[in-house]
């Protein structure tokens, strides 16, 4: 018995049983693996389906447990090289120009032709482009997250993730899982964050940060909310990269002054976006190791740093910036966390890669409570953000 699945122009996916009525008073010809299905309604308005004759297509319930587990093993490196590829060559930003045949975007961005199309196809089946009938490709609303453009910078973010330093690492999570311990002083020969500022791998650095810039816009809104600046002085994001999150509540706040501590190579970035939302005045850069030392501020800032460090670092981190804070400095942390009892895909993606790469964890709320403790701090609240983030509020004990 063949099963047919019906895929509407509007992306909703309907089983035959469904509409087993109307296909039976509808004229069906099949072409190939898709056909074009014209229903007729009563009052003679038409709706465009296509109609899937395989049910290995799209209907994953449909394969058995093999079949699946062959497609999990197979695909997944195949679909992040992909997507890493459209990203890095542009593919977005062409099409958004116009639909073309894969030849003549081929020209455009340097592909060989033959190629170019074997990868137009394969994008089809992720939802990445549609074909018309003529044979030219469009570009999808998913592909458009990946223009130069696009304020979330997928872009940096799908060059860097999938770029040669983090597939190198990632390959190591073999030993990862035996030991317990990062490797990307084994698969890189230096950590990973002294990786980045190697001036041979420039272009991979200069997309992590971009990527890295793009994952806080979801969040600084809601950190914005979460903080209130009033009365404070001066905040210093620790670890901030580029500084995003940090010149987000200089520009709600106009006599805030902000700082950004992290190695001096990222000091370009930093200054630049200083310069673009024009904070510069306010806005200082320092070149440190917060291993080392942190300078004293109102408020301290951590996104995305202590969820790349152990327990014992983490505490390092967070007893450091103690030292020269003021009597009345707060300490905000945005990091994922996870509910053990119910964990988020992201979340737990982050997860394994801290483990392999850097040597950290996505933790509970709790296990923030903890780590806090052991600092001499004191928890004071947390909040949910988008993006699987928690927001962490905490005062000297």
């Known amino acids: 018995m063949r099963i047919l699945r019906l895929r509407l122009q509007d992306g909703f996916l309907l089983p035959s049983p469904v509409l087993a009525k109307t296909l039976r008073r509808a004229p069906v010809e099949v072409s190939g693996a898709q056909a074009d299905l014209r229903i007729g309604h009563a009052k003679g308005g038409k709706v465009t389906a296509f109609v899937s004759e395989d049910p290995t297509d799209d209907d994953e319930e449909a394969l058995d447990a093999r079949e699946r587990m062959a497609r999990l093993i197979f695909a997944p490196r195949i679909l992040a090289q992909v997507v890493k590829c459209v990203a890095q060559f542009g593919v977005a930003d062409h099409l958004a120009t116009g639909p073309c045949h894969p030849a003549d975007l081929a020209a455009v961005i340097g592909l060989d032709a033959s190629a170019a199309g074997r990868l137009l196809r394969y994008c089809t089946t992720v939802g990445l482009v549609r074909r018309d009938k003529d044979g030219r490709y469009h570009g999808t609303e998913l592909l458009a997250t990946l223009r130069s453009d696009d304020p979330y910078r997928l872009r940096s973010f799908a060059m860097a993730q999938n770029g040669p330093g983090q ?16 490797q990307a002083a084994e698969a890189l020969g230096c950590e990973l964050y ?25 969040v600084q809104d809601a950190v914005v ?15 901030g990269s580029a500084g995003s999150m940090v010149m987000a509540l200089m520009l709600a706040n106009p006599d805030l002054r902000g700082a950004v501590l992290d190695l001096p190579d990222a000091a370009p970035a930093a200054e630049a976006q200083a310069r673009r939302l024009g904070v510069s005045e306010r806005f200082e850069f320092i070149a440190g190791n917060f291993f080392e030392e942190v300078p004293g501020s109102d408020l301290f800032l951590l996104k995305n740093v202590l969820g790349n460090w152990d327990d014992d670092r983490c505490v390092a981190i967070l007893e450091n910036s103690r030292r020269k804070a003021l009597p009345e400095s707060r300490w905000v942390i945005v990091e994922n966390a996870v509910d053990e009892s119910s964990p988020k895909r992201w979340a737990v993606d982050v997860d394994i890669v801290t483990l392999v790469a850097v040597g950290g964890r996505v933790r509970s709320v709790d296990d923030y409570r903890r780590l806090l403790t052991r600092a001499g701090l004191r928890f004071v609240r947390s909040a949910s953000a988008t993006a699987g983030y928690q927001l962490i509020e905490a005062v000297l004990r």
Do not use: C, H, I, K
Not at 205 to 215: H, I, V
């Open 167 to 182: 597939w190198a690492v990632l390959s190591r999570l073999d030993e990862a899982l035996r030991t317990g311990a990062p």
């Open 194 to 218: 002294e990786y980045y500022g190697r001036p041979d791998v420039a272009d991979e650095a200069a997309a992590y940060r971009q990527g890295l810039l793009g994952r806080s816009v979801d």
């Open 225 to 239: 909310d979460f903080v209130d600046t009033r009365g404070l002085a001066s905040v210093l994001d620790v670890g």
